[in-house]
C-alpha cells in the first residue's frame, strides 16, 4: 500500500511493471502437423524490457523463450491504441522431457523441430490492440512457416499496480497514403487545375466578344437573273 492508496488490476496491455497474459493460439499451419490445442503464456517485464514466453499443447509445454532489450510503445492511430513489444533478441529451449514437437512422440510425418526451436533468432514483435482479446505474436525467423504470426485469441492479462503509477505514454500517428494515391491525386490536381485555367480564358473571350459593337450592313442587297 502506497500512503493510503491501494493497488489496482491493471487488465490493459499497456504494462507499467510485470503482467502475466494468457491466450489461446490459432494456428491452423501448426495444427495440421501436430494436431492439438495451442495456448501462449507470457510473463511481460516492462521494467527490464523482456518477456518470458511459453508454448503449451494440449495443456502441456512444449518449449520456452526468453526475448530481450526489447522496445515497448503504446500508439494511437486513427482512434485504435495499440501496445507493441519489438525485441531484437530471442532464444527458444525445448523443456528437458521430449515433447510432441520436440520429438518426443513419433508423427505420420516425421517431423522433429526440436532443432528448428533451438535455432529460432530474432527479431520479434508482440502487437495488441486495446480495444480487443486478441495478439500478434510474431518470430521474423518463422515467417515462412508462419506468415501471420501465432494469433493469439482469447487472451486475459494483469497486473497489480498503483493508480497513481499508472502513467500512460500514448504516441499518436499520422496515416501515410500509399504513393500509387499521392500520385493520383497530384494528376487529378494538375488537371482540375488546367480546366479552370482553360475555362477562365473561355469566361474572359465571353465577356470581351459582349462588349465589341455590332456593326449592320446597310447597303442593299439585289437579286439578277440570268438566262
Not at 82 to 97: D, F, Q, R, Y
Not at 134 to 140: D, G, K, L, S, V
Request: hydrophobic content about 40%; aromatic content about 6%.
Amino acid at each position: 500500500m502506497l500512503g493510503a492508496e491501494k493497488m489496482v488490476c491493471n487488465k490493459k496491455p499497456e504494462v507499467f511493471y510485470n503482467a502475466f497474459m494468457a491466450c489461446d493460439v490459432n494456428t491452423p499451419q501448426l495444427s495440421a502437423i501436430f494436431p492439438g490445442n495451442y495456448a501462449l503464456s507470457l510473463d511481460l517485464d516492462a521494467k527490464n524490457n523482456s518477456i518470458k514466453a511459453q508454448l503449451w499443447m494440449d495443456n502441456n509445454e512444449q518449449f520456452f523463450c526468453s526475448i530481450d532489450a526489447c522496445i515497448v510503445s503504446t500508439t494511437e492511430l486513427e482512434g485504435k491504441i495499440k501496445t507493441t513489444w519489438e525485441c531484437p533478441n530471442l532464444k527458444c529451449t525445448c523443456i528437458t522431457t521430449p515433447t510432441k514437437l520436440c520429438g518426443g512422440i513419433p508423427t505420420p510425418a516425421k517431423i522433429d523441430l526440436k532443432n528448428t526451436i533451438r535455432d529460432l533468432t530474432g527479431p520479434f514483435t508482440l502487437n495488441c490492440p486495446h480495444d480487443s482479446t486478441t495478439c500478434a505474436f510474431r518470430i521474423a525467423a518463422l515467417n515462412g512457416l508462419l506468415p501471420n504470426g501465432l494469433e493469439m485469441v482469447n487472451c486475459k492479462m494483469g497486473e497489480c499496480v498503483y493508480p497513481s503509477e499508472m502513467s500512460t505514454s500514448i504516441t499518436s500517428l499520422q496515416k501515410t497514403m500509399p504513393v500509387g494515391v499521392i500520385i493520383c491525386l497530384g494528376v487529378l490536381g494538375a488537371l482540375i487545375l488546367f480546366l479552370i485555367v482553360v475555362c477562365s480564358i473561355a469566361k474572359r473571350n465571353q465577356i470581351v466578344l459582349s462588349r465589341t459593337p455590332y456593326t449592320l450592313n446597310n447597303e442593299a442587297a439585289s437579286l439578277e437573273f440570268r438566262n
